[in-house]
Nanobody
Framework: QVQVVESGGGSVQAGGSLTLSCTTS????????MGWYRQAPGKQRDLVALINRDESIKYSDSVKGRFNIARAAARNTVYLQMNNLKPEDTAVYYCNVDRIFGADIWGKGTLVTVSS
């Protein structure tokens, strides 16, 4: 069973920073993309950032210039460095593994709370 494990959530004041990490136990060769999504209470789950197999990166407009996604050399781990956090960044952050063969796999989520 392929697993996705997230870590690094927590509480921080506005303007602070947090780093999330996500590691998958799946076959690296079968990974098309890895990324982070978030879901605030009462809202839909939206893309935050993802990194593709070819190393191209996509960010949502709301986090451009503040968040950075990067992949570890082992390629089964991605990090999301979040800087200058705002209260509107408060959400549960989910890691997603987009596989070439097989359904996407989601982590259980990690809560990020930003206070003003």
């Amino acid at each position: 069973q392929v697993q996705v494990v997230e870590s690094g959530g927590g509480s921080v004041q506005a303007g602070g920073s947090l780093t999330l990490s996500c590691t998958t136990s799946g076959n690296i060769a079968n990974i098309n993309a890895m990324g982070w999504y978030r879901q605030a209470p009462g809202k839909q789950r939206d893309l935050v950032a993802l990194i593709n197999r070819d190393e191209s990166i996509k960010y949502s407009d709301s986090v451009k210039g503040r968040f950075n996604i990067a992949r570890a050399a082992a390629r089964n781990t991605v990090y999301l460095q979040m800087n200058n956090l705002k209260p509107e960044d408060t959400a549960v952050y989910y890691c997603n593994v987009d596989r070439i063969f097989g359904a996407d796999i989601w982590g259980k989520g990690t809560l990020v709370t930003v206070s003003s």
